[in-house]
């Protein structure tokens, strides 16, 4: 069972679309990244949140931390091929310096 | 600024082989980390190192696991024996320090036969 759970698993949209990744976990994050992975290559970090309702935008990408600091939402807007990859959330838990990291949700932006 | 260096990109090995790989970090980064990335997971934490001195190595398989980083620099991470269940891609990381943004490297993919 892991800690962080990522939904969907896997997202195949067209386009311009809009479309929103959670993560979720019954624990508490002091602090929670969201990174992006392509293939043949390590994740590449796009944001940390830290404190509890705190938005972040990073040009058409929202990031949420939840209130409680439990979850955790991207939202892409207007979605390019150019963002097709792993997206994965980790967080550090309970104030420890061990980055978990969730299953990653896996996004495919046709033309 | 170089990144993370790993050599080999790619390797294959039948199951009881043994096999290393190899991590250069980004210069002056005191923090260096071990990943285990099975297809279809996200990276899991073998080992992290503060300079020369392990700080948390909780999840690396010490059987058949070992890692080091002698000068504080370059490390190298060993599975011997090799099982199939360690096919996997094995990601190297760098922080300035503990905490710090930890940057990547592209990783071994692993092949266990």
């Known amino acids: 069972t892991q800690l962080l759970e990522q939904s969907p698993q896997f997202l195949s949209i067209q386009e311009g679309e809009n479309l929103t990744v959670y993560c979720n976990s019954s624990?508490?994050?002091?602090?929670l990244q969201w990174y992006r992975q392509e293939p043949g290559e390590g994740p590449v970090l796009l944001v940390t949140?830290?404190?509890?309702?705190e938005v972040k935008k990073l040009k058409r990408l929202t990031f949420q931390f939840g209130d409680a600091r439990k979850d955790s939402s991207l939202h892409i807007t207007a979605a390019q091929p150019g963002d097709t990859g792993l997206y994965l959330c980790a967080g550090f838990y309970n104030a420890g310096n061990m980055l978990t990291f969730g299953g990653g949700t896996r996004l495919m932006v046709k033309p | 600024e170089a990144g993370v260096a790993q050599s080999p990109r790619y390797k294959i090995i039948e199951k009881r082989q043994s096999v290393a790989f190899w991590c250069n970090p980004i210069?002056?980064?005191?923090?260096l980390y071990w990943y285990q990335q099975i297809l279809g997971q996200g990276p899991k934490l073998l080992i992290q190192f503060q300079n020369n001195g392990v700080v948390d190595d909780s999840q690396l398989p010490k059987d058949r696991f070992s890692a080091e980083r002698l000068k504080g620099v370059d490390s190298t991470l060993k599975i011997q024996p090799a099982k199939l269940e360690d096919s996997a891609v094995y990601l190297c990381?760098?922080?300035?320090?503990?905490?710090?943004?930890?940057?990547f490297g592209p990783g071994t993919r692993l092949t266990v036969t």
């Open positions: 949140v830290v404190t509890g309702g």
């Open positions: 990381a760098s922080s300035l320090r503990d905490g710090y943004e930890q940057y």
């Open positions: 624990s508490v994050f002091s602090s």
């Open positions: 210069s002056g980064h005191a923090t």
